[in-house]
């Protein structure tokens, strides 16, 4: 998304996941920047594909545990001096 949606975002697209560091309001998908903590992950934007709920559940499992195993592994930075 660019500046069109009120500011640059950093994302990572494919042509049937995109995964936006911004919380994005699933009923509008307006682009809240005051979130840009939070990512969201938008599955088959284009409605290429018809995904039963159990394959979507399985992507945005997958997804939560990768944000999880992420928060747990993240290294600390210390100031040294």
Same mark, same amino acid.
């Given at each position: 998304?660019?500046?069109?949606?009120g500011g640059q975002?950093?994302?990572?697209?494919?042509?049937?996941?995109?995964?936006?560091?911004?919380? @994005?309001?699933?009923? !509008?998908? /307006? &682009?809240?920047? #005051?979130?840009?903590?939070?990512?969201?992950? @938008?599955?088959?934007? !284009?409605? /290429? &594909?018809?995904? #039963?709920?159990?394959?979507?559940?399985?992507?945005?499992?997958?997804?939560?545990?990768?944000?999880?195993?992420?928060?747990?592994?993240?290294?600390?930075?210390?100031?040294?001096?």
């Amino acid at each position: 998304m660019g500046w069109e949606y009120g500011g640059q975002w950093l994302s990572s697209v494919t042509r049937h996941v995109r995964i936006y560091a911004a919380y @994005i309001d699933p009923e !509008t998908c /307006e &682009f809240d920047q #005051t979130q840009t903590d939070k990512l969201t992950l @938008i599955l088959d934007p !284009t409605d /290429e &594909f018809v995904w #039963t709920e159990e394959s979507c559940h399985k992507v945005y499992s997958y997804f939560q545990e990768l944000v999880d195993h992420y928060e747990i592994c993240k290294p600390s930075y210390k100031e040294t001096g």
